[in-house]
């Protein structure tokens, strides 16, 4: 998506990071929601356009100097336990019985995030936050981890919900702004400018990197 101008961006991102307080944390980076399977074609074009593999980029640089990657994840049980599935949100998996059904192709991660055996996984099947009736707060303060650097979608929704319940809960949240996606794409920038520039900390992908190093 680029990248936008704020008064939380271009802050001195050198010796904000560390492996033992600092994870990477992607939000729903999956092919039936944002790749070649996804309901969503605007979501899938926004991501296609660069934020996918710029977001392997970011989890590349992470492994190599050992930092925590969690991966969120969405999918659906086949009875459908635990999900709303009254929410507009939801009308894709209404008509379909085995859209993002837990362990098909659609709920696989895409392939530029190159997931490794080391990474972590925590999959939901309720709300539009990850911290939501799961453990992945617990399993982040487990490991002694106070800052996430988010990538993912939506801005529209996903990216929003994940960055307030994480500051709500006393996280440091960095949004690498090139990594994230949402549709339309001018409306996407002002939730980066408008919304998030209130409770995050903005920067591009190849700032983090340096910054991890």
Known sequence: MGTTSNYRMGMDMSGRFSPSTTAVVTMEMQRGICGDLAAFVALQEAVAHGVADQTGVLLDAARLHK???????????????GTRMDLPLMAAARKDPNYLLQSTDGVALLPQLHQATSDLVCERHHGVSPFTETDLDARLRDKGIDTLIVA????????????IEAVNLGYTVVVATDAVAGFPAEYAQNVLRNTLAAITLQATVAQVVVALA
């Open 67 to 81: 930092y925590t990657i969690m991966h969120c994840i969405f999918s659906l049980r086949a009875d459908r336990v």
């Open 152 to 163: 993912g979608v939506s801005l529209n929704l996903g990216i929003v919900g994940l960055s």
